[in-house]
């Protein structure tokens, strides 16, 4: 089925989404989920008496990193599934939405690549469709690629590896027009001015959102992603999820960081002023073919020879990564603004390899 008409989407063709067998699971009930309130001596969970800081479980739903988020995203807390990294959720919507064997997803690359491998992984079908040589999306195309089969496409914006923020009106076509459920992944969302869907929730019943602490917020080793959507798929995510699936160190560093979101926006600045550096600095190199236009703390650029300078720079000890096996991006590396000093040094080591060259 090709359709470019809006979705009216009821109560019934959501759940209608949702694999029969989901749909009809009674959950994992953990000791930590039955009871919920405060007690001076706990013999219900097998844990170890003895106060390590860590003997007992987390508290399943993470509710206190939940309300932290929702009050700086302005949702409701029901609206917000933790998962271990934004990773685990892309697992996740894979399996709650797309029955092995029969359904299959969509997405746009050059793009993330766990979009694929959760497909993979799940033995669900991967349709797709390479986005533009500006990595726009290329709409009729997108459109034309879906059936009744196809339960989720795959949206970043800002897309990774290409760095550029998807016209907001093509996203919301998009939305309105797939007859399943679009997942807009957000991880770079807080080095852009624009606006984040989450506060546009209420319009689409079909929307997914993820973010992530592991980019602007600094903690990618805490692993913690985070997934907005209406309460329903909210709790089709719960339903599947580990019983204890974001650990007591993570929620501890998580509501640190949280608490200070002033640190992580002087961060974003930093990062974004030698992001421009190192656009202005590195299009200066003859070997530099083309820089594409970021929004985020990475940069695509196009070499003459992309390999010659990869293994040049790990020879450098300096690590970037190699995208030119990916659609459009012939000749590319991807590579992250560090920090002034580790941005400098890429910078010379570039300029000794033009030198070098001459
Ligand atoms: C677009 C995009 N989504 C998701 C992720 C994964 O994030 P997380 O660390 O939360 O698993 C990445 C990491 O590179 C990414 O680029």
Known sequence: MTTTENITWTEAKIKGLVRPNILNLT??????????????????????????????????????????????????????????????????????????????????????????????????????????????????????????????????????????????????????????IVVLDEAYIDFVPEESFVPRLDEFPNLIITQTLSKAWGMAGVRLGAAYASEFIITMLRAIKMPYNINVLTKDAALDALAQPEVMQSRVDLLIRERRRLERELGQLPMVDYIFPSVTNFLLVRFTDSDRVYRYLLDQGIVVRNQSYQPNAKNCLRITAGTPEENTKLIEALRALGEAQD
């Open 27 to 180: 959950p994992y009930s953990s000791a930590r989920s039955e009871f919920k309130g405060r007690a001076d001596v706990l013999l219900d969970a097998n844990e170890s008496p003895f106060d390590t800081g860590v003997n007992r479980y987390p508290e399943p739903l993470s509710t206190d990193v939940r309300e932290a988020l929702a009050k700086i995203r302005n949702v409701h807390p029901d609206r917000i599934f933790l998962g271990n990294g934004s990773d685990e959720i892309v697992d996740q919507v894979t399996r709650v939405f797309c029955i092995p064997g029969k359904d299959s997803v969509v997405a746009l690359p050059p793009t993330f690549g766990m979009y694929k491998v959760a497909a993979g992984i799940n033995d669900v079908g991967f349709r797709a469709v390479t986005l533009q040589s500006d990595f726009t999306i290329p709409v009729e195309e997108l459109k034309a690629s879906w059936d009744d089969t196809t339960k989720v496409l795959w949206l970043c914006s800002p897309n990774n590896p290409s760095g550029n923020l998807m016209d907001a009106a093509v996203v919301e076509d998009l939305i309105r027009s797939f007859p399943g």
